[in-house]
């Protein structure tokens, strides 16, 4: 068994044990590995393990997988996220290549997003970026900009709001990382409310990913403990 396969098994074991451990179905919460700067072998790898859920960061980086698979691959169909921060200036290639992208924080790349998107593909899944924790980073809005931004997103043809996504500051602390989590999921289900087609929380990465499931999410973001570490 390669060490890839090995290591999705082992997150695949986790996560069905923390959802069990807060009397949560493991199929509630979906895995999306993180391939940002690994090569195409480490992906053919956690394919053949049945992996088929990729996250990639960097625009051109990932249009260059999803070529090369699209070209290659004759298996599984393989669903592809945008998790990096995006510039408008890119947002085309992330409109026609990718299936979802979870780095939405402003009105102008929505639009942008939406107007780029192939009238023939299908409506490209978008998650509203919350800056929930992390000072230091100029990605995500606040919470108190939530309500106006999702109202304007969700009145756009071929973009699809379906949720929220966070990455909090580091936090060694579970309880520290549970309360940041559990402030997304209330925040998360006040907005399901009133837009029922909101089903995606994406939050937990390697280091926070069994506060972020006890917390209530619904997708983790999952690069290291797969792939190793990066470079
Ligand atoms: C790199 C990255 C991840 C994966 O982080 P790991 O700690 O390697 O699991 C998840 N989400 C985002 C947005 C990332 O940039």
Avoid at 151 to 162: D, G, M, Q
Avoid at 177 to 190: G, K, N
Wanted: hydrophobic share 45%.
């Amino acid at each position: 068994m390669s060490t890839i396969e090995q290591n999705l098994q082992d997150v695949r074991a986790r996560i069905a044990a923390i959802s069990r451990n807060c009397a949560r179905s493991p199929e509630e919460v979906t895995l999306l590995a993180v391939s940002k700067t690994k090569p195409v072998t480490a992906i053919e790898e956690a394919i053949a393990a049945g992996q088929y859920a990729f996250g990639e960061n960097y625009v051109q980086e990932g249009v260059d997988k999803i070529h090369y698979f699209a070209d290659k691959h004759q298996g599984h169909p393989l669903e592809w996220h945008f998790i990096g921060p995006l510039q408008s200036n890119k947002s085309r290639l992330v409109a026609e290549n990718f299936a979802w992208c979870h780095t939405v924080d402003r009105l102008k790349i929505a639009q942008r997003l939406s107007v780029q998107r192939p009238a023939e593909m299908p409506d490209l899944n978008i998650l509203i970026q919350v800056n929930i924790s992390d000072e230091q980073s100029k990605s995500g809005i606040t919470l108190a900009e939530l309500p106006a931004l999702a109202a304007n997103i969700s009145e756009l043809p071929k973009v699809n709001l379906r949720g929220l996504m966070a990455i909090p500051a580091p936090e060694t602390d579970y309880q520290k990382q549970l309360a940041v989590f559990e402030q997304m999921h209330q925040a998360f289900l006040t907005l399901k409310a009133q837009y029922p087609q909101m089903d995606t929380l994406s939050m937990g990465m390697t280091d926070d990913m069994p506060a972020a499931i006890a917390a209530g999410s619904t997708l983790v973001r999952i690069g290291t403990a797969i792939f190793g570490a990066r470079a």
